[in-house]
């Protein structure tokens, strides 16, 4: 993220209610009577309504998600090319003009990626999604199955639902799931507050296993949630009461599972800024379904459109190789595409947006190109990029991001700042809530250094509360109740720390030990030691990164 400025449950679904939006197995459609639980208020393991609130937001008629697997409604599927290659797809509207650089066979970024770096962990999770918006925007309804192979024995499977984190939540944004099943057989779940403010449903959703999970072995999870999406919202979940456009990213219960770690339950931080913790996964199929006339911004390769079940709407589905979250936007968009280097950049607008949609294209494959000279091959086929009425800053997600409503000309540092974020936190993950210098304070470093700005960014003054204390966790920023310290401390002063490092050891040096550290960690979720380890050849680096407090003394 670029700062512009220095359930617990309802599971009283019915049948009915569900039908057309069930996951594949089928396991939410005949919820059991008693699997009915009530929506905690904000304290641990709590389970009593709060006040003035008994259920999830109500949303009217069936929902239109077309159901998945063989004879559940299969038949919304599509055929598709694999998005290591090619172009992909059916194609998004006959209205997207797409550029292509030179006119010959572009080489996909999956094609072009670097033969050192890592590969995606081969037991990763498998997700299929749905949202079904309405015209209103107001309460989207969602299914999502997730076939999950841990490597370490667990007794529960455990989600978060981030849109409860504070900074969201008061925003007035809502995730509640409504239904479960494992393996097909409906379960209740238990929510946790875990920081989720007052009145909202917990952050921290714990689902029990009838019988624990050893290493190696699957279990498949389906899920039915219902998200009230605040108007005007300056957050990553939100739809603008003026044009209609609704953008939603970490919109669904999300897998809280890390390797050789197990499960990450962190309390979410009252601090604007990403918290996640996530593996990638494998997003086999995501199905948008918006009213006719919506242009729809999704993740990862497009693979078309296809009719729905409700008239007056379509499904746009997309997949994705290798994912840690998803992001899609809709409305009534300019939409604008470049192909350059292999990577499909898509950058939707609402008409009358401060800076047009070619505009923020031409910045964004400007970019591309530019950071990945320095840090290898761009790790996405496609980049899908939302001007969003109401975010004032940017926001990332592994293959997307969400720009507030600016000239980009204005921000010179926005756009290389959040693309950047596609190595550091989509390619290379790490804990943000614990260590979120690992991706803001790389990704400083990036945009500096294409920006040209290195020396200004090595003279900031920085405030003696932060000094020295790059690698605190966003909870102990949170602590000083000053948002543009955690701004300072560990985005600039981090930036900055990098700088110094590579004028210390020589840019040859480190940008090779860069490149290094990023194909060694790629796909997975990396620790400040992996840091150590990719630096470990040259002492003054590490002494740089302890002097700053990245690196424990």
Same mark, same amino acid.
């Given at each position: 993220?670029?700062?512009?400025?220095?359930?617990?449950?309802?599971?009283?679904?019915?049948?009915?209610?569900?039908?057309?939006?069930?996951?594949?197995?089928?396991?939410?459609?005949?919820?059991?009577?008693?699997?009915?639980?009530?929506?905690?208020?904000?304290?641990?393991?709590?389970?009593?309504?709060?006040?003035?609130?008994?259920?999830?937001?109500?949303?009217?008629?069936?929902?239109?998600?077309?159901?998945?697997?063989?004879?559940?409604? /299969?038949?919304?599927?599509?055929?598709?090319?694999?998005?290591?290659?090619?172009?992909?797809?059916?194609?998004?509207?006959?209205?997207?003009?797409?550029a292509v650089a030179g006119g010959a066979r572009v080489e996909s970024a999956a094609e072009a990626a670097s033969a050192a770096r890592a590969a995606p962990w081969k037991d990763r999770p498998a997700v299929t999604l749905c949202f079904d918006i309405p015209a209103d925007r107001r309460v989207v309804r969602?299914?999502?199955?997730?076939?999950?192979?841990?490597?370490?024995?667990?007794?529960?499977?455990?989600?978060?639902?981030?849109?409860?984190?504070?900074?969201?939540?008061?925003? /007035?944004?809502?995730?509640?799931?409504?239904?479960?099943?494992?393996?097909?057989?409906?379960?209740?779940?238990?929510?946790?507050?875990?920081?989720?403010?007052?009145?909202?449903?917990?952050?921290?959703?714990?689902?029990?296993?009838?019988?624990?999970?050893?290493?190696?072995?699957?279990?498949?999870?389906?899920?039915?949630?219902?998200?009230?999406?605040?108007?005007?919202?300056?957050?990553?979940?939100?739809?603008?009461?003026?044009?209609?456009?609704?953008?939603?990213?970490?919109?669904?219960?999300?897998?809280?599972?890390?390797?050789?770690?197990?499960?990450?339950?962190?309390?979410?931080?009252?601090?604007?800024?990403?918290?996640?913790?996530?593996?990638?996964?494998?997003?086999?199929?995501?199905?948008?379904?918006?009213?006719?006339?919506?242009?729809?911004?999704?993740?990862?390769?497009?693979?078309?459109?296809?009719?729905?079940?409700?008239?007056?709407?379509?499904?746009?589905?997309?997949?994705?190789?290798?994912?840690?979250?998803?992001?899609?936007?809709?409305?009534?968009?300019?939409?604008?595409?470049?192909?350059?280097?292999?990577?499909?950049?898509?950058?939707?607008?609402?008409?009358?947006?401060?800076?047009?949609?070619?505009?923020?294209?031409?910045?964004?494959?400007?970019?591309?190109?530019?950071?990945?000279?320095?840090?290898?091959?761009?790790?996405?086929?496609?980049?899908?990029?939302?001007?969003?009425?109401?975010?004032?800053?940017?926001?990332?997600?592994?293959?997307?991001?969400?720009?507030?409503?600016?000239?980009?000309?204005?921000?010179?540092?926005?756009?290389?700042?959040?693309?950047?974020?596609?190595?550091?936190?989509?390619?290379?993950?790490?804990?943000?809530?614990?260590?979120?210098?690992?991706?803001?304070?790389?990704?400083?470093?990036?945009?500096?250094?294409?920006?040209?700005?290195?020396?200004?960014?090595?003279?900031?003054?920085?405030?003696?509360?932060?000094?020295?204390?790059?690698?605190?966790?966003?909870?102990?920023?949170?602590?000083?109740?000053?948002?543009?310290?955690?701004?300072?401390?560990?985005?600039?002063?981090?930036?900055?720390?990098?700088?110094?490092?590579?004028?210390?050891?020589?840019?040859?040096?480190?940008?090779?030990?860069?490149?290094?550290?990023?194909?060694?960690?790629?796909?997975?979720?990396?620790?400040?030691?992996?840091?150590?380890?990719?630096?470990?050849?040259?002492?003054?680096?590490?002494?740089?990164?302890?002097?700053?407090?990245?690196?424990?003394?």
């Amino acid at each position: 993220m670029r700062r512009l400025r220095v359930a617990a449950l309802v599971l009283g679904a019915a049948a009915a209610g569900l039908a057309g939006c069930t996951p594949s197995a089928g396991g939410l459609a005949g919820g059991a009577p008693d699997s009915t639980v009530s929506t905690p208020p904000s304290t641990p393991e709590s389970t009593a309504t709060p006040p003035g609130r008994s259920s999830a937001p109500e949303a009217e008629g069936p929902s239109a998600c077309p159901t998945g697997g063989e004879g559940a409604g /299969g038949s919304s599927k599509v055929s598709y090319a694999d998005p290591t290659g090619g172009s992909g797809g059916s194609g998004g509207s006959d209205a997207r003009a797409v550029a292509v650089a030179g006119g010959a066979r572009v080489e996909s970024a999956a094609e072009a990626a670097s033969a050192a770096r890592a590969a995606p962990w081969k037991d990763r999770p498998a997700v299929t999604l749905c949202f079904d918006i309405p015209a209103d925007r107001r309460v989207v309804r969602g299914t999502e199955s997730v076939t999950f192979t841990p490597d370490r024995r667990t007794c529960e499977v455990v989600f978060r639902a981030w849109p409860n984190k504070p900074e969201t939540a008061r925003a /007035g944004n809502r995730l509640d799931v409504t239904a479960v099943a494992v393996d097909g057989q409906m379960t209740t779940p238990k929510v946790e507050a875990a920081g989720a403010p007052p009145g909202s449903p917990g952050t921290l959703i714990r689902i029990p296993l009838q019988s624990c999970l050893s290493a190696g072995k699957k279990a498949q999870v389906e899920l039915a949630f219902t998200l009230t999406v605040g108007a005007d919202t300056p957050e990553r979940v939100g739809f603008s009461s003026g044009d209609r456009t609704i953008w939603l990213a970490t919109a669904y219960p999300l897998l809280a599972w890390q390797r050789g770690k197990g499960w990450v339950t962190d309390p979410a931080v009252d601090l604007f800024g990403e918290t996640t913790t996530s593996e990638e996964f494998r997003l086999d199929q995501l199905d948008v379904v918006v009213p006719k006339g919506d242009e729809v911004l999704g993740t990862g390769q497009e693979l078309g459109v296809v009719p729905s079940s409700r008239a007056g709407s379509v499904v746009h589905q997309f997949r994705a190789n290798a994912v840690r979250d998803v992001a899609i936007t809709a409305g009534r968009l300019d939409v604008v595409e470049r192909v350059a280097d292999g990577v499909r950049v898509h950058v939707g607008a609402a008409p009358g947006s401060v800076a047009p949609a070619g505009e923020w294209a031409d910045a964004t494959v400007s970019a591309v190109k530019e950071l990945s000279a320095y840090l290898g091959p761009f790790p996405y086929d496609d980049l899908w990029v939302t001007i969003a009425p109401d975010v004032p800053s940017g926001i990332e997600l592994p293959g997307a991001i969400q720009f507030g409503n600016v000239r980009p000309s204005g921000y010179p540092e926005l756009v290389p700042h959040e693309v950047a974020h596609m190595w550091f936190y989509g390619l290379v993950g790490n804990d943000q809530a614990r260590d979120p210098w690992m991706d803001e304070s790389f990704a400083e470093y990036a945009e500096v250094l294409v920006d040209g700005t290195a020396e200004r960014s090595l003279r900031a003054q920085i405030p003696t509360r932060v000094r020295d204390r790059v690698g605190e966790s966003m909870q102990w920023y949170a602590s000083l109740r000053n948002p543009d310290l955690y701004a300072v401390g560990v985005y600039r002063q981090g930036g900055a720390m990098l700088h110094r490092a590579r004028q210390a050891v020589g840019p040859a040096t480190f940008d090779r030990l860069l490149r290094g550290y990023i194909d060694s960690n790629a796909h997975r979720i990396a620790t400040p030691n992996d840091v150590a380890r990719a630096f470990a050849s040259q002492p003054r680096v590490i002494e740089i990164l302890r002097q700053y407090g990245a690196l424990p003394r």
